[in-house]
């Protein structure tokens, strides 16, 4: 046991190291540095990052993605205030891309709220610094949230629950008035995609209310190995199974009590960790549709690996199966 426990904690400072090692100057979290297409920085992906760098200790470089979120924020006062719309991810430093790829995405600054709130209570923190910044994106979540966007996958363009949930958890974070409104939106009547984690883990929906949705994805999309896919009909380099996701049901496992089931998760994690500590993007082990995989390869090389939101949810739900021990 002792022996497992060294080694999980080596592999909770690799990774970590992983994260800072490419935190770039400014404080962007870049999505992965080695994937051409995702040298950007996500305020979804950068949110999460930041949550598991917080959540592993690493305070100071949490902290850095948060002033780098600030400054793409306030930067923007004039066109938040007059009802324009924001980008989801932009250059490392701050600005816009020129890329031909859908950017209106709301749920990443609904996380990054979520996020901040809890890093302060974490580590005893206080937010007045970023003040200006969080209450523009209030703003800006309070008056966009009914407005159909991309989902996580930047796929599908409506109103998603996950979207809707990481909105509700960053204004409910902040005690907004909007945020019960949010709430009482999402449905979970929609095709079974394991984005709809989030739904439980930021309470946005109750246990007992999400129960048939968490028996949809175990069904669907989990692997005979256990690992976890998007949807079951993903195309995206064959549809493999992605660390990040089969992480983020271990944290939701954790989260209800199933102990044992969020350390397998952990444990099918750690087998996909390569040795030199990097997580990739997915596992081509247990592809949704095979034959698609080459030709993904031919249009845009070999999967990101690393992928720093892979890195930073393997922090989260090592760190936290952690604090149960």
């Known amino acids: 046991m002792d022996g497992q426990i060294e080694t999980l904690t080596e592999r909770i400072a690799q990774s970590a190291d992983i994260i800072k090692q490419y935190q770039q100057p400014t404080g962007a979290y870049p999505a992965s540095p080695n994937f051409a297409n995702y040298q950007y920085c996500?305020?979804?992906?950068?949110?999460?990052?930041?949550?598991?760098?917080?959540?592993?200790?690493?305070?100071?470089?949490?902290?850095?993605f948060f002033d780098w979120c600030a400054g793409v924020v306030t930067d923007r006062r004039e066109k938040i205030l007059a009802g324009e719309k924001l980008d989801a991810r932009y250059t490392y430093d701050g600005q816009e891309s020129t890329d031909e790829w859908e950017t209106y995405q709301l749920d990443g600054y609904g996380t990054l709220l979520w996020v901040?709130?809890?890093?302060?209570?974490?580590?005893?923190?206080?937010?007045?610094?970023?003040?200006?910044?969080?209450g523009?994106?209030?703003?800006?979540?309070?008056?966009?949230?009914?407005?159909?966007?991309?989902?996580?996958?930047e796929e599908r363009v409506g109103r998603h629950a996950a979207s809707l949930a990481c909105i509700y958890a960053g204004l409910q974070a902040f005690d907004h008035?909007?945020?019960?409104?949010?709430?009482?939106?999402?449905?979970?009547?929609?095709?079974?995609?394991?984005?709809?984690?989030?739904?439980?883990?930021?309470?946005?929906?109750?246990?007992?209310?999400?129960?048939?949705?968490?028996?949809?994805?175990?069904?669907?999309?989990?692997?005979?190995?256990?690992?976890?896919?998007?949807?079951?009909?993903?195309?995206?380099?064959?549809?493999?199974?992605?660390?990040?996701?089969?992480?983020?049901?271990?944290?939701?496992?954790?989260?209800?009590?199933?102990?044992?089931d969020a350390r397998a998760k952990l444990e099918w994690t750690m087998q996909h960790i390569q040795t030199n500590g990097w997580?990739?993007?997915?596992?081509?082990?247990?592809?949704?549709?095979?034959?698609?995989y080459q030709s993904w390869i031919e249009r845009w090389g070999e999967p990101a690996n690393p992928l720093l939101w892979s890195q930073a949810m393997f922090l989260t739900l090592a760190t936290s199966l952690a604090e149960t021990r």
């Open 116 to 134: 901040m709130r809890g890093h302060a209570e974490r580590h005893g923190r206080s937010l007045d610094k970023w003040q200006d910044a969080t």
């Open 177 to 260: 008035p909007t945020a019960p409104a949010v709430k009482s939106a999402i449905s979970l009547d929609e095709r079974t995609d394991s984005s709809l984690l989030i739904c439980g883990l930021t309470e946005a929906v109750d246990e007992q209310a999400f129960a048939p949705t968490l028996a949809r994805i175990e069904k669907e999309l989990v692997s005979s190995s256990g690992g976890v896919h998007r949807y079951a009909d993903d195309e995206y380099y064959g549809g493999g199974e992605w660390p990040l996701l089969t992480c983020m049901l271990g944290w939701y496992y954790l989260k209800i009590g199933r102990q044992a």
């Open 136 to 153: 523009l994106v209030q703003h800006y979540l309070a008056a966009h949230w009914q407005e159909p966007c991309a989902d996580w996958w």
């Open 279 to 292: 997580v990739a993007e997915q596992s081509p082990d247990h592809l949704c549709k095979p034959e698609a």
């Open 42 to 64: 996500w305020f979804r992906d950068g949110a999460f990052i930041a949550d598991g760098m917080s959540r592993a200790g690493e305070i100071e470089s949490a902290e850095r």
